[in-house]
């Protein structure tokens, strides 16, 4: 099988610096992850594009167009409507996308499947079938007073109802080359997809390593439900990837596209890191 990864841009967005890097002291994090003077940092929306031919995956798919100006401001969101043109740069258009894969159903991971024109709801992927696993469809209609704001039932719904969507039980194959793994300490039922690619497999690590900067095992977002759930689950797959010198694709590393890790004595450590 002859697959293709490319890299498609979805828009940037902004968090401040003290709740990506939580008990981390800025001194530190701020050497390696640069924020401006009143402590935000840049994010980006990286979705990532497995063609294999007659299946064109697409994994994410944004934050989209659904929020008022506020909401827009303060989270600092820039060429939210950047992806159909970016699959357009690359020689696609929405209608060939066959399958969408969400880590999970957090705002800027999911949103953008749907537009919104004029009041009403339309899919993006008109022909796809859009994936996430059912312990985090589960966990979006219960959540909590900490994540809920994260979610957006009107849209996921319209997903549930129109956008064929399925609900992933086990860590396993979902497509030839296509393998995802389930993590739980961000949010219950994260997938993480593993790809492989020319004799290379391509982990997208969503928010369990959002940057490079998160390699280390105790670097953790605030917006980690289960800390301690998260560092058990980097530094297991931390291993393994330095062990089979897999490849790491970030999502939302603003600056670095994908890097390659080491183990020491000390714990995972950045090796090499490059654009696709």
């Known amino acids: 099988m002859n697959t293709k990864i490319i890299p498609i841009h979805a828009g940037h967005f902004s968090c401040d610096g003290g709740a990506l890097f939580s008990v981390i002291p800025k001194p530190l994090w701020s050497k390696v992850y640069p924020a401006d003077e009143n402590n935000v940092t840049r994010l980006t929306m990286r979705c990532l594009l497995v063609d294999q031919g007659e299946r064109r995956i697409l994994i994410e798919a944004g934050v989209g167009n659904h ?32 399958d969408v894969v969400f880590t999970h159903l957090h705002w800027d991971h999911c949103n953008g499947a749907v537009v919104r024109e004029h009041g009403t ?34 849209i996921l719904n319209f997903l549930k109802e129109e956008g064929n969507m399925q609900l992933v039980e086990n860590e396993g194959k979902l497509f030839p080359g296509f ?41 953790l977002a605030s917006y980690d439900l289960f800390p301690v759930s998260s560092m058990e689950e980097k530094e297991r797959l931390l291993k393994e990837v330095a062990e089979k010198d897999y490849v790491l694709f970030f999502e939302h590393d603003f600056y670095t596209q994908c890097a390659t890790v080491a183990w020491t004595d000390r714990g995972p450590k950045l090796k090499e890191t490059f654009d696709l």
Not at 126 to 132: I, K, L, S
Not at 182 to 194: A, K
């Open 67 to 98: 929020y008022p100006e506020k909401v827009q401001r303060n989270n600092g969101h820039e060429e939210t409507d950047a992806l159909p043109q970016s699959l357009a740069q690359h020689g696609y258009i929405p209608a060939d996308i066959t």
């Open 121 to 154: 709801l339309k899919l993006l992927f008109p022909n796809a079938t859009h994936w996430c696993s059912n312990t985090q469809w589960e966990h979006s209609q219960i959540s909590n007073a900490r994540e809920c704001t994260a979610y957006y039932p009107e």
């Open 179 to 219: 393998e995802v793994r389930l993590f739980d300490g961000h949010t219950p039922g994260q997938l993480i997809p593993l790809v492989d690619c020319a004799g290379k497999t391509y982990v997208y690590t969503a928010d369990l390593i959002p940057t490079t900067a998160h390699i280390p095992v105790i670097w």
